[in-house]
Each structure stands twice: as structure tokens, then as C-alpha cells.
T-cell receptor
Framework: AQTVTQSQPEMSVQEAETVTLSCTYD???????LFWYKQPPSRQMILVIR??????QNATENRFSVNFQKAAKSFSLKISDSQLGDTAMYFC?????????????FGTGTRLTVIP | DAGVIQSPRHEVTEMGQEVTLRCKPI?????LFWYRQTMMRGLELLIY????????DSGMPEDRFSAKMPNASFSTLKIQPSEPRDSAVYFC????????????FGPGTRLLVL
């Protein structure tokens, strides 16, 4: 079974600064996806970024980027120029690409607070 | 383009009552997922469908829970009878099952069973 671990229950960052959220996972599979989802107080689950395991290049989406270390099974999220709207719970998630097994396994989340 | 639609957004009911949650996936998506989020257990998959067929229901807690997908644009999750421990936020998500496996979530249904 796949497990996803987020070891930082809570973090805070000053507005305009950079913050990195950690995620590690355990799998015996070689072909998979990794995701970061954001859940603001509205409770909507919003996709932040996605990484395919076969790609060596780290994914980026505007102020959001990842550091994907496949050998170490690490998948951290970096948020640059933090904004107040980034305040939310952030969930790391794993998906096995094997046919018929495309459900998500989530970590326990990191609550991020951006301080004005 | 409309995202995943869930109804109701909030539901308060009494123990023993039947509860039905509804979901309309994104048009063209052929995989649909039901998740439950609680403080104790976090986000967990209950069941998912591919092309309207249930593929994995191992996450369904017990026989009180049932899910159907009668067509490509509608799914229901039913709890009968409901219990206080079923109180949670229930999310529906949809995706394309080939090549675009990213799941897009609905706004969730917050269920409170008294």
C-alpha cells in the first residue's frame, strides 16, 4: 500500500516570503503521479500542481514549484512571494498510474498561514 | 465550463434517517470518485467508478453506505440508516481515466448527523 507523509502539521510565513512544504511517500511502483492540493477555509479542494514520476524536470506553476527527488521519494512544494490568499491546508497526494488503480492517497495535510 | 457539482452543500439530519448525496461530474470525464474527509481519518476514498461501473468499493465503511452511477452525468452516495459517526465532508471528484488522470473536486457536502 502507498503511504504519504506530511511531517509539518502547521507552518507560517510572512507575506512576500518563500516557504517550502515537505512530503514523502512510500511505494514500490515506478510509474505514478504526485499532486499538491490546496484546501482554503471554503473547503474546496483545488489542484495546485502535478508531477509525473517519469519526468525529471520539476513542475512549476507560476509561484508554485516542486522539488521532486524520486530516489529519496520526496516531493516538496515551494511557494514563492507568498500571498494572503495562500493561507490554506495543503495536501500532498499520490496516484499509481497502473490501470484500474487511479485513486488518490492523501497525506494528513499542512496548515499554512500567511502573515501580513 | 462547469466544474464538479455536488448537492446539497450542507445537510443536517437525525440519526437513523436516510441521506442521499448527489454528484454531477465534469462533462466528458469517465471516472468518478467519492471521498470522505474527517478530522480523525483525513481524506479517504470510499468508492470510484470508471465508465459508470464501480471499480473499487473497498473504502465503503459498511453496508449502510451504497453508491450508484446510473449514467455518465450523475452519481449518488446513500447512507441508510445514518449515524453520528458519519458526520464528515463528502467530496466527489472526476477525471479522464486515460492520459489526464488529474482529479477535479466538487465543493463537498458537509453532513452532520445528530
Amino acid at each position: 500500500a502507498q503511504t504519504v507523509t506530511q511531517s509539518q502539521p502547521e507552518m507560517s510565513v510572512q507575506e512576500a516570503e518563500t516557504v517550502t512544504l515537505s512530503c514523502t511517500y512510500d511505494t514500490s511502483e515506478n510509474n505514478y503521479y504526485l499532486f499538491w492540493y490546496k484546501q482554503p477555509p471554503s473547503r474546496q479542494m483545488i489542484l495546485v500542481i502535478r508531477q509525473e514520476a517519469y519526468k525529471q524536470q520539476n513542475a512549476t506553476e507560476n509561484r508554485f514549484s516542486v522539488n521532486f527527488q524520486k530516489a529519496a521519494k520526496s516531493f516538496s512544494l515551494k511557494i514563492s512571494d507568498s500571498q494572503l490568499g495562500d493561507t490554506a491546508m495543503y495536501f500532498c497526494a499520490f496516484m499509481n498510474r497502473q490501470t484500474g488503480a487511479n485513486n488518490l492517497f492523501f497525506g494528513t495535510g499542512t496548515r499554512l498561514t500567511v502573515i501580513p | 465550463d462547469a466544474g464538479v457539482i455536488q448537492s446539497p452543500r450542507h445537510e443536517v439530519t437525525e440519526m437513523g434517517q436516510e441521506v442521499t448525496l448527489r454528484c454531477k461530474p465534469i462533462s466528458g470525464h469517465n471516472s468518478l470518485f467519492w471521498y470522505r474527509q474527517t478530522m480523525m481519518r483525513g481524506l479517504e476514498l470510499l468508492i470510484y467508478f470508471n465508465n459508470n461501473v464501480p471499480i473499487d468499493d473497498s473504502g465503503m465503511p459498511e453496508d449502510r453506505f451504497s453508491a450508484k452511477m446510473p449514467n455518465a452525468s450523475f452519481s449518488t452516495l446513500k447512507i441508510q440508516p445514518s449515524e453520528p459517526r458519519d458526520s464528515a465532508v463528502y467530496f466527489c471528484a472526476s477525471s479522464l481515466s486515460r492520459g489526464q488522470e488529474t482529479q477535479y473536486f466538487g465543493p463537498g457536502t458537509r453532513l452532520l448527523v445528530l
